[in-house]
């Protein structure tokens, strides 16, 4: 089963608007990862918050972590057409899962409209 | 510092056949993790090298292989390919267990 799960599974908005993708995950961690990936191409680290942080900016990206509700957000601002893409959480593994080094979530496709 | 090259980047086998698939890491990072993604099941983990030694292994069958080299480059191997292994295979490496991983463009294996 997936340690994390994204919402909403896609997300259609237009450029210049912000956009949101939560993040659910079942057990406790140390830290929790964003990544994006373009079609077909391999992901890319966006940006990692740590259990004690609760907030963390990357240019136009803003993550929040909350441990009591086991959920993450990535908010993406001013949204621009080379945004689109699919966005995941990761998660590290826990013993259940063969303790692999990160779990990801079934990602948010993003797609931005000019 | 050149990023995580996977080779081939596209590859199309017939079922029966067999592959191996190429990754070399990031200089200086020595564990490499394999995933498999197929639109039906997501980015699934199939196994986790470090040092030569393999530390993890994903719920995949034993046609699934591989291994590491001592400079850290990572081989993967398929045999008796079916046509549920058509998917993109992503290779990763890290410096540290917990860290970020740095992907490779994958490659893409169709089964016909």
């Known amino acids: 089963s997936q340690q994390g799960e994204e919402d909403p599974q896609a997300l259609s908005i237009q450029e210049g608007e912000n956009a949101t993708m939560n993040c659910s995950y079942k057990t406790s961690i140390n830290n929790l990862q964003w990544y994006r990936q373009n079609s077909g191409r391999g992901l890319v680290h966006l940006i990692l918050?740590?259990?004690?942080?609760r907030e963390k900016h990357s240019g136009r990206l803003r993550v929040t972590l909350d441990t009591s509700k086991k959920s993450s957000s990535l908010l993406i601002t001013a949204s621009r057409a080379a945004d689109t893409a699919s966005y995941f959480c990761?998660?590290?593994?826990?013993?259940?899962?063969?303790?692999?080094?990160?779990?990801f979530g079934q990602g948010t496709r993003l797609t931005i409209n000019p | 510092k050149a990023g995580v090259t996977q080779t081939p980047r596209y590859l199309i086998k017939t079922r029966g056949q067999q592959v191996t698939l190429s990754c070399s890491p990031i200089?200086?990072?020595?564990?490499v993790s394999w995933y498999q993604q197929t639109p039906g099941q997501g980015l699934q983990f199939l196994f986790e090298y470090f040092s030569e030694t393999q530390r993890n292994k994903g719920n995949f069958p034993g046609r699934f292989s591989g291994r590491q080299f001592s400079n850290s480059r990572s081989e993967m191997n398929v045999s008796t390919l079916e046509l549920g292994d058509s998917a993109l295979y992503l290779c990763?490496?890290?410096?540290?267990?917990?860290?970020?991983?740095?992907f490779g463009e994958g490659s893409r294996l169709t089964v016909l």
């Open positions: 990763a490496s890290s410096l540290a267990r917990t860290g970020e991983l740095f």
């Open positions: 918050i740590r259990s004690n942080e």
């Open positions: 200089s200086g990072h020595r564990s």
């Open positions: 990761a998660t590290p593994g826990v013993p259940s899962q063969g303790a692999q080094k990160l779990v």
